[in-house]
């Protein structure tokens, strides 16, 4: 894990899933205006909600929960990862 305690909220990196909801939206319009580097993890990156949040300044990832491979890439280099979205059934990768 990385050491995150020295950093300043511009320097560190948080995943939303579900950024393109409406809580989400809300989230990384009041994370980007405080400077927060996020990135938005979104099953069509070409959508109209996901580039609304583009366009404040969130970053876009295409993927989705169910794609064990693409959520790890996500995740990759991330201080935080947070869902935004409603609960959902067990994603067919997920173990315990």
């Known amino acids: 894990m990385t050491d995150v305690t020295n950093r300043t909220q511009t320097e560190h990196r948080?995943?939303?899933t579900g950024g393109t909801g409406q809580l989400g939206t809300a989230?990384?319009?009041?994370?980007?205006?405080?400077?927060?580097?996020?990135?938005?993890?979104?099953?069509?990156?070409?959508?109209d909600k996901a580039?609304?949040?583009a366009?404040?300044?969130a970053t876009l990832i295409g993927g989705?929960?169910?794609d064990r491979d693409a959520?790890?890439?996500a995740m990759s280099g991330m201080d935080t990862v947070s869902s935004m979205g409603p609960p959902r059934k067990r994603c067919p990768w997920w173990s315990h």
């Open 14 to 16: 948080i995943l939303l």
């Open 27 to 47: 989230a990384v319009k009041v994370l980007c205006r405080h400077g927060w580097q996020v990135w938005v993890l979104t099953r069509n990156p070409a959508s």
């Open 51 to 53: 580039q609304a949040v």
């Open 55 to 57: 366009a404040v300044g």
């Open 64 to 66: 989705n929960l169910n």
């Open 71 to 73: 959520l790890q890439a």
